[in-house]
């Protein structure tokens, strides 16, 4: 066995940990992941220096087959599993549960004080549960794709939706609920405050960033804070509603597109409407709206919101929706 390799299973493959030099090989396993929403190639080299984490490669010879990631949160009692697949001929043969097991075992020998594995997943209406897993929570998945420079008008459209539906008519109509950023002070106290999962609804009481969950402890918050993301609130101390986006990612669709998360917490139809149109703002304002190629938009919520949210980005014609109903589980099982 080569010097750096960490083991190897009964059918022949061999594990490591993935490097810089790796990148290319990851790609090629990555061809069409979730249909073109595949966030590794644009987060595998950060992925090589985050703290806390680990990226599993499998290999059968010198050909990469599986990857698997574990980023270890909630003050190391939680590794979050990440980034999972398994190069497409060598699918359907049990790969993905042989790597799973390697990094999993890697990983308790690492770190012993992990006590529970959690993961996120997407699943179409009556797919079946993954075996040997906990369902904590499922929010639904709105999903919507149109050329990036079209966002600016839709970001108007729904503005002037916002001030109608409210019953105003006018931009400066007093009954539209008035969201708010949070500064770095407010939102620790806001995020540490131990009545905030059960005021805003925190899905398994997590908050799940882009599909990684997060408990709001004092050690997550350095995690959060690596994510460059803009919170809006429906008031600074007490929030009814939390939400945020993770600044505008490329990701293959079509060759080239960008990807905008919209991850919201709470279960109130106006506010959801507003922070939708407050983030579109700020990522207008941000001058992501201006490049070439398509945005993939995706808002993650509670279930309860999808119809009013769905109705909401309706009538656009510049913007469609990109997928039907789907959902995003949080999974977890004892380590
Ligand atoms: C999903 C994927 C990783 C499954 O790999 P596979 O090796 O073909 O899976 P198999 O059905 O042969 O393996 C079954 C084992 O993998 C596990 N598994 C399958 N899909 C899984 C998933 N999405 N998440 C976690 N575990 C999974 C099963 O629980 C089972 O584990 P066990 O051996 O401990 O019982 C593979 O189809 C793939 O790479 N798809 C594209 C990327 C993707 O969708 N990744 C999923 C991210 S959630």
Redesign the pocket.
Known sequence: MEKSCLGNSDDGLTFWLAEEKDYDDVMG??DN??QGN?YLPRRYHSWMTEPGRVVMLARRGNKLV?L?SGLLVDDGCTVV????????S????????????FLDDYLQKLHPSIQVKR????VEPGEQR????TLLAKRAVLSLVGETVNFHSFTFYLKNKLHSSTGTGSDSGKSVPHLVPLDDKQLRKVLLDPDLPSRVQLPGGAIIQDWQPLQPIEANLEILGRRDLSWLVDDQEKPTFLSFYTPPYPIPYEGGSLRLNIDTFGTDAILARAALVGHFQKVLASGAFSGNGMLMLRVYMDCSLLDGIQSFCEGFEGVRKFRGYWEQEL?ERQF
């Open positions: 396993i990555s992941i979730y595949d599986a698997e599993v990440e980034g999972l697949r398994v190069c497409p060598e699918r359907g043969r049990g790969v993905a549960g042989v790597i799973q097991r993961l996120t997943r997407g993954l075996a040997k897993f999974l």
